[in-house]
């Protein structure tokens, strides 16, 4: 597999890493504003999303709450450019100065519960900044013509929440972060691979251009949904390239502090299941959505739970970054 793409990211999470965002922190808010935001923020996430509801479930009650209130923070910087208004960016900037810049007071639930955790947990303000930028391509982008063009974007989108998610939920060394990068790209990978429906309906198509060449696949076709021999070749190959990114970050977990491990272990392996789906609905993603459901999570946590305390398959690699 080619990592010269990882080493890009690897590189921009360490130098992000430096930005602390815990100097002098004390609560700003009554306990009583404090606790009403916790309480939106976990609605929020029980509402949107399922899956990260019952894997952040497994944390301690101080975690749960951060890592709901950062599912939040990127929950409504997502909505302001997937529900596209004349006035997106601008919507977006004051998002930013209000919850990254610090410019404005802060009056919204979502935005003191992220103030109050990423000032607790000390999260480096500059991923969170990240993820904002990364957030706001998909007010100017729509295709991407390669795989490392796509592993810039799901590093702005998704690595930044999983390094944030780190350190809500500990870890032992920067060993973590090539681990943390991997996964982040391989969950957005999932969600691109899930969603190609959906997100056509919003004129964008996450899928590397020169891979869809590769297998002789156009944009007709996608806007067609045509699951022919080809889809199916083009979508076992995107899907055996995230197992395998699952594979070599999982092991990660077991760099995270241990009251942690099941909760980030669940959220990975569920949603790898999604892939499983995506098979088993013979690589259709533009007319049946990939789902595993709750009986189905409930029967792999068990396993789950097995493998977060006991260790995944490969070897933790001492953190480096190769020059290629």
């Known amino acids: 597999m080619d990592v010269s793409w990882e080493n890009i990211l690897v590189t921009r999470a360490v130098e992000a890493e430096e930005s602390y965002n815990c100097d002098d922190f004390t609560t700003i808010q009554d306990e009583i504003t404090l606790d009403n935001a916790y309480k939106y923020c976990d609605e929020l996430t029980q ?3 399922r899956t990260f509801y019952m894997a952040s479930s497994l944390l301690p009650l101080e975690k749960r709450r951060g890592v709901r209130a950062l599912y939040a923070f990127c929950r ?3 909505d302001l450019v997937d529900r596209p208004r004349a006035n997106s960016a601008q919507l977006l900037a004051d998002w930013r100065a209000t919850t990254v810049d610090s410019n404005s007071s802060l009056d919204d639930h979502v935005a003191i519960a992220w103030d109050h955790t990423s000032r607790h947990f000390c999260i480096p303000w500059r991923y969170a900044e990240q993820l904002i930028d990364g ?3 998909d007010l100017k982008k729509t295709r991407y013509s390669s795989f490392q063009e796509l592993a810039s974007y799901c590093y702005g989108v998704a690595c930044t929440v999983g390094l944030m998610s780190m350190h809500i ?4 060394s920067e060993e973590a972060i090539p681990y943390a990068v991997r996964l982040g790209v391989a969950l957005q990978l999932t969600n691109i691979l899930r969603d190609v429906g959906e997100d056509l309906q919003l004129d964008r198509i996450y899928l590397p251009e020169d891979e869809l060449n590769a297998f002789g696949i156009n944009e007709v076709d996608i806007e067609m949904g045509k699951v022919d ?3 199916r070749e083009f979508m076992r190959y995107q ?3 995230v197992r395998k990114l699952y594979q070599s970050a999982l092991p ?7 009251d942690g491990r099941f909760a980030i272990g669940a959220a990975a392996e569920l949603y790898q299941a999604i892939l499983t789906s995506i098979e088993n609905n013979d690589y259709d993603v533009f007319s049946k959505r990939a789902s595993i459901g709750k009986i189905g999570k409930l029967r ?9 305390r006991n260790g995944y398959r490969e070897e933790i690699i001492p953190f480096q970054i190769t020059n290629n």
Do not use: E
């Not at 792999?300 to 977060?308: A, D, F, H, Q, V």
């Open 252 to 258: 990660g977990i077991s760099l995270l502090d241990p």
């Open 229 to 231: 021999d080809k889809w």
């Open 169 to 172: 939920v500990g870890f032992r």
């Open 76 to 78: 409504v910087s997502d």
């Open 300 to 308: 792999r946590l068990p396993g789950i739970w097995w493998r977060t």
């Open 239 to 241: 899907i055996d390239r």
């Open 47 to 49: 509402y949107h999303s």
């Open 135 to 137: 957030v706001a391509m």
